[in-house]
Structure formats: structure tokens, C-alpha cells
């Protein structure tokens, strides 16, 4: 059974910094994959989510969404099965619940993901 789970949100302030993490166990073949991060806001449902971020299998192909080109950065570990979003200069309105997700070809809409975590939450005060 594959098992995914994101950690690292919290509260900060804005212009502060956090790393998220993203383990995906049971899935042997975690570098076959693309991964992605999304964002949902409350009042959006799960195919509104916000696709902030993808990386391919190799982690050599990156997309961005426009607002946060220069402050985040998608990045992965093959060999420990996880992929990691650094975030930088967060502003209020990125305040969100953080979703990974689990792609057999990095696309930037939900319904190109097999598997998704439960979702971090990050809340960004001003």
C-alpha cells in the first residue's frame, strides 16, 4: 500500500522561510515518477487545488506556477523516496493546506496524480 505524507508546515510570518517534506513509502519505484505540490485555500475543492510546483522522475525538469518562480524550489532524494519544496519570502496569501502528490507524468492538474498525502498545513500572518 503506498503511503504518502508531507510535514513541515507551521505557522510563520510573512517573508519567512519553511521546508516542506514529502515521504512516499510502499512504492518501489518512486523514481519512475513525478511529483508535485499543491495548494488548496478553504471554499476550493480538491480539483481547484493550485499546482505550485513539479519536478520529474530524474529531477532535472522543474515547473513553477508564476507567483512563486525565484522563491520556491521543488528538489527530491530518490534514495530516500521524497521530494522536498523549499519556500522562501512567503507571503499571507500563500497560506494554505500543502498537498503532495504522485504523478506518472508531472502534470499540473490534480487528475494527473495517483496518489496523494493528507496535506500540511501553512499559514503565513502578516
Known amino acids: 500500500q503506498v503511503q504518502v505524507e508531507e510535514s513541515g508546515g507551521g505557522l510563520v510570518q510573512a517573508g519567512d522561510s519553511v521546508m516542506l517534506s514529502c515521504v512516499v513509502s510502499?512504492?518501489?519505484?518512486?523514481?519512475?515518477?513525478?511529483m508535485g505540490w499543491f495548494r488548496q485555500v478553504p471554499g476550493k475543492e480538491r480539483e481547484e487545488r493550485e499546482c505550485?510546483?513539479?519536478?520529474?522522475?530524474?529531477?532535472?525538469?522543474?515547473y513553477y506556477t508564476d507567483s512563486v518562480k525565484g522563491r520556491f524550489t521543488i528538489s527530491r532524494d530518490n534514495a530516500k523516496n521524497t521530494v522536498y519544496m523549499q519556500m522562501n519570502n512567503l507571503k499571507p496569501e500563500e497560506t494554505a493546506v500543502y498537498y503532495c502528490?504522485?504523478?506518472?507524468?508531472?502534470?499540473?492538474?490534480?487528475?494527473?496524480?495517483?496518489?496523494w498525502g493528507r496535506g500540511t498545513q501553512v499559514t503565513v500572518s502578516s
Open positions: 502528490g504522485v504523478s506518472p507524468f508531472g502534470r499540473t492538474t490534480t487528475d494527473g496524480y495517483d496518489e
Open positions: 505550485v510546483a513539479t519536478i520529474n522522475y530524474s529531477g532535472d525538469t522543474t
Open positions: 510502499g512504492r518501489r519505484t518512486f523514481d519512475k515518477y513525478a
